[in-house]
């Protein structure tokens, strides 16, 4: 099966509780970044965790190991399940995520190549590959890697083995979920979503991929 994870890029609470209130039903996880937790602090994960969904913290957090261990303890202690952090810092600041997270009996991703038109600049052929080795070596559940590239999400499928990863991409950037969901673990869907003046329905159409 694969999951539906919301991106849930808002910056309000009430927006952003409304739609996770239409979506829930549909949804597997929650995904939150910077732009809702600047917005509205880091509480927002246990008013989010009340729909009965795992959250994850995309803060693609990129420090030394200390600072990465800080980050990753402020997010779990506020309920989140699951935290996303860089890869290219290297592998003692991958292992302060993992470990923080394994302490607190969450996950940890790692970004191995981003979605957008720009990470073929530096996150592409042979980075994201030696990233994806790293997440074996560090004991990290999984990667992110682009749905909008198959061809290399599918490459890196072949180096993860049964770790998990999960896609963002779908929707407004292009990412076609028919290409990419029988690779990954979980497609990861925003403003296709958020951004739809009916969300619920656009979860429901998403959701048919799970």
Wanted: glycine fraction near 10%; include cysteine; aromatic fraction near 6%.
């Amino acid at each position: 099966m694969t999951d539906l994870i919301l991106a849930l890029d808002v910056t309000s609470r009430t927006e952003a509780l409304r739609i996770s209130l239409e979506t829930a039903p549909y949804l597997d996880a929650i995904k939150i970044g910077y732009p809702l937790v600047l917005a509205e602090g880091l509480n927002i994960v246990r008013d989010l965790s009340e729909f009965g969904l795992p959250v994850i913290a995309d803060f693609k957090v990129a420090d030394i190991p200390n600072t990465n261990r800080l980050i990753a303890e402020e997010v779990f202690s506020h309920g989140c399940s699951a935290i996303i952090c860089h890869g290219f810092v290297g592998k003692d600041s991958v292992q302060a995520c993992v470990d923080t997270a394994h302490d607190h009996r969450g996950e940890c991703y790692v970004v191995t190549e981003m979605s957008h038109p720009g990470a073929v600049d530096f996150f592409h052929g042979g980075i994201a590959e030696r990233i994806a080795v790293l997440v074996d070596e560090t004991g990290a559940d999984g990667i992110i890697a682009p749905a909008t590239r198959p061809d290399r999400t599918s490459l890196l499928r072949n180096l993860v083995g049964n770790k998990k990863i999960l896609s963002p991409g779908v929707g407004a950037q292009g990412g076609d979920p028919t290409a990419i969901a029988a690779i990954v673990d979980g497609i990861i869907v925003g403003r296709a979503i958020y951004e739809s003046p009916d969300p619920a329905g656009s979860a429901r159409e998403y959701g048919k991929y799970r």
